[in-house]
């Protein structure tokens, strides 16, 4: 921990949690929300309280800010980056987060609603946080810790940094990004702008958590065609849309390549929404594997299921459209070693186990890696992310705030 630093990042997480800034899926404007330029404008106004005069909200929504080097040391540009947006999956207004001081194994009954409970017995994680100050929603919305915990880290660093003129370290870049939940987030990122030579996402789990893989992705559009008649008249002549799509989703394997049976190293094919009416139905499927030949078999399979189903309907037909989400980035972190070792460092010199993993998921940093910054990503204490359950502890997320410091320390000793 920063000796005689007053930590500012509980304060922060909890007024930045109450903007309601979820991305929307089928906005088509950037950000898809107001409520995140709202979140990031606030943003700015602080970074321009501490000192850092360049912070500024670019069109897009994105904050770009910059704390200049205190060393005279020729050294590498360092970005942070964390993402303003939450899940579209579970409501986020109305945030009303509780600390949960000094917890010590009780069962935590979110007050909104008391059916929701998060038991130590179900989370072995809350084992190791004993006397930890635990921070979680009310029981009716999501809390915001996907990614507002790691925005509010990297706000507390900016603070330690700026109050701490004398600790030598190079030139540190913030970038704070929309719409990452929907896939966006790195949509309009001006690299050349940002000028980092590598950076780290803060979008992860426990303590000690340091990713450097990431799942391939992409999404599958199918849109099925039938055709329409009145149905008091339909004898032979309907072909039904809505049932293609039911059968379609019924010809998917029950045990395995879906999200509720596998873990691990193991991908899934699995479907997010289906919308239409009985002339024309449309379903998203996001496929995901840790290589691109997995992520191809998955590919085939979904439209060879596709074309058998469609086959069994006289005059049906489909469309399949594919779009690119995020490669692995270990494809590139394996070429920049040393990204991923200085986090490794920093952690170790604070006595933190180091849990060096994959993530069944995508950060910022599978897409920013592939665009020329090399990105992990580095733990900022959140879990149950995207449910009402979701938690953060504090002194998780200022262990974060210590370990960027830590990194940069080192970064300054080595080169």
């Excluded at 007024?15 to 943003?43: A, C, M």
């Excluded at 004993?130 to 009716?140: E, F, K, L, P, Y």
């Excluded at 509010?152 to 004398?166: E, G, Q, R, S, V």
């Amino acid at each position: 921990m920063l000796e005689r630093y007053a930590y500012t990042v509980e304060q922060r997480f909890l007024r930045y949690v109450q903007i309601d800034t979820q991305s929307n899926p089928e906005s088509l404007s950037f950000p898809s929300t107001k409520g995140q330029r709202t979140l990031s404008e606030l943003l700015v106004k602080e970074l321009h309280e501490m000192g850092i005069t360049d912070a500024a909200v670019d069109e897009w929504g994105y904050v770009y800010a910059t704390i200049e080097a205190t060393s005279p040391k020729p050294l590498p540009v360092i970005c942070f980056c964390s993402h303003v947006d939450t899940a579209p999956d579970c409501s986020g207004a109305g945030v009303k987060p509780i600390v949960h001081r000094n917890y010590q194994g009780q069962d935590i009954v979110l007050p909104d609603d008391p059916s929701q409970v998060i038991k130590e017995s179900e989370h072995p994680y809350l084992k190791e946080k004993h006397g930890h100050d635990i921070i979680t929603a009310s029981g009716t919305t999501l809390l915001g810790a996907d990614d507002k915990a790691g925005v509010a880290i990297i706000m507390d660093l900016a603070n330690y940094l700026m109050t701490h003129p004398t600790l030598p370290h190079g030139k540190v870049r913030l970038l704070f990004t929309p719409d990452e939940e929907i896939g966006k987030g790195t949509a309009h990122v001006d690299l050349a702008k940002l000028g980092a030579d590598f950076g780290y996402t803060l979008d992860g789990g426990d303590l000690g958590s340091l990713e450097d893989e990431s799942f391939c992705a992409d999404e599958i559009k199918i849109t099925l065609q039938g055709i329409i008649v009145h149905p008091g008249y339909a004898k032979d002549k309907l072909v039904n849309a809505v049932k293609i799509a039911g059968a379609l989703l019924s010809s998917l394997p029950l045990k395995g390549l879906s999200p509720e049976t596998t873990t691990g190293r193991e991908g899934f094919i699995h479907p997010i929404s289906i919308s239409g009416l009985s002339e024309e139905c449309t379903l998203h499927f996001l496929l995901r594997d840790f290589d691109e030949s997995g992520l191809r078999e998955k590919e085939e399979l979904l439209k060879r299921l596709t074309e058998e189903v469609v086959g069994r309907y006289p005059g049906a037909s489909y469309a399949w459209v594919k779009t690119e989400q995020y490669r692995n980035m270990k494809e590139v972190l394996d070429r920049h070693p040393q990204v991923v070792a200085l986090a490794k460092e920093a952690m170790e010199r604070m006595q933190i186990a180091v849990k060096q993993e994959s993530i069944r998921g995508g950060t910022d940093g599978s897409r920013l890696s592939f665009m020329g910054l090399p990105c992990p990503n580095i733990f900022a204490g959140q879990q149950l992310i995207h449910s009402k359950r979701e938690f953060v502890s504090v002194q998780d997320m200022q262990q974060a705030v210590a370990v960027l410091a830590q990194l940069l320390s080192i970064c300054e000793e080595k080169t």
